[in-house]
Nanobody
Framework: QVQLVESGGGLVQAGGSLRLSCAAS????????MGWFRQAPGKEREFVAG????????NYADSVKGRFTVTRDNAKNTVYLEMNSLKPEDTAVYYC?????????????????WGQGTQVTVSS
């Protein structure tokens, strides 16, 4: 079992930055691909960013490319999402997720483990 806990959310003005963290316990994340998803009120959960099981390939939703960066520190068993140039439409609950294997996935149902989420609110 992998337990994931997100942190770092909050209220920020448009144009600002936040860094989300996803700390894992139970198992090493070294062999897990990690994903960040978000869900706004009344909307479906959507893929934001993913990183492979080793420090390697990443992928991003078009809406966040060039503004968000996903990284991982396997020694700390933690994955990060650096969010810059935030927009009001980035407001959502952000979740991290883990799946065994190397390749990052964009479909939420591919992931086996989920955190409880952290709220990000961007004011205009």
């Amino acid at each position: 079992q992998v337990q994931l806990v997100e942190s770092g959310g909050g209220l920020v003005q448009a144009g600002g930055s936040l860094r989300l963290s996803c700390a894992a316990s139970g198992r090493s994340l070294r062999n897990y691909a990690m994903g960040w998803f978000r869900q706004a009120p009344g909307k479906e959960r959507e893929f934001v960013a993913g990183v492979s099981g080793t420090v390697g390939p990443t992928n991003y939703a078009d809406s966040v490319k060039g503004r968000f960066t996903v990284t991982r520190d396997n020694a700390k068993n933690t994955v990060y999402l650096e969010m810059n140039s935030l927009k009001p439409e980035d407001t959502a609950v952000y979740y991290c997720a883990a799946v065994w294997g190397a390749a990052p996935r964009q479909r939420s149902y591919d992931y086996s483990y989920w955190g409880q989420g952290t709220q990000v609110t961007v004011s205009s």
